[in-house]
């Protein structure tokens, strides 16, 4: 039978495990960004990378950025090649 202090303090910061993988979408119009959006609040990955539509890209970037002070991801790039998501895929 656990003590009353075992009763009354409660662990509240419990190690998760977070997994350890990254996650590139390509393209980011409203797919891409409900798709983006839902890696982060799903904690799905550790890094999220975006790519293509340069014209966009960097604000919509700052903007998952901004959001994810409150999520769990730590790092969130772009770029306008394919580079930004190596090494999920090649572009030959």
């Known amino acids: 039978m656990a003590s009353l202090r075992d009763q009354l303090i409660v662990n509240l910061l419990m190690e998760e ?8 979408v390509v393209g980011v119009g409203a797919v891409g960004i409900a798709c983006a959006i839902i ?4 904690d ?16 919509e970037m700052m903007d998952l950025q901004h959001g994810n002070l409150f999520l769990k991801t730590p790092k969130i790039v772009s770029g306008k090649d394919y580079s930004a998501g190596a090494p999920n895929f090649h572009h030959d």
């Open 44 to 59: 799905l990955a550790d890094e999220l990378a975006l790519d293509v539509m340069e014209d966009k890209l960097k604000g």
């Open 17 to 24: 495990q977070t997994p350890q993988n990254k996650i590139t």
């Open 39 to 42: 890696i982060l609040m799903k």
